[in-house]
């Protein structure tokens, strides 16, 4: 099992950046499919943002491509997810889940969460 801490949530205005950052610890994280999920109050089911596979193969939702950036590193045994022009419905809990290249999407290990706020 890998334990994992989200950070660099925050407050910002429309059209901002903020940079989260998913550090893991207790395994060895490269061999880890990570994805960044977020979770909005009122939906029971938590969204797949952006996901970056062991081998680096990157995955988006439609509603965050060419604004949102997924990296990991190694050497840190971080993923991080660069979010650029953020909307204000880019506001969610956000939260970063690892998980061995062989177990379903969304099972795995699950950090705390970080809350992103969008608003003028």
């Known amino acids: 099992q890998v334990h994992l801490v989200e950070s660099g949530g925050g407050l910002v205005q429309p059209g901002g950046s903020l940079r989260l950052s998913c550090l893991a610890s207790g395994s060895v994280f490269s061999a880890y499919d990570v994805a960044w999920y977020r979770q909005t109050p009122g939906k029971r089911r938590r969204e797949l943002v952006a996901s970056i596979t062991s081998g680096g193969t990157t995955n988006y939702a439609n509603s965050v491509k060419d604004r949102f950036t997924i990296s990991r590193d190694g050497g840190k045994n971080t993923v991080d997810l660069q979010m650029n022009s953020l909307r204000p419905e880019d506001t969610a809990v956000y939260y970063c889940?690892?998980?061995?290249?062989?177990?379903?999407?969304?099972?795995?290990?699950w950090g705390q969460g970080t809350q992103v706020t969008v608003s003028s």
């Open positions: 889940n690892a998980r061995r290249p062989t177990s379903p999407p969304g099972t795995g290990s």
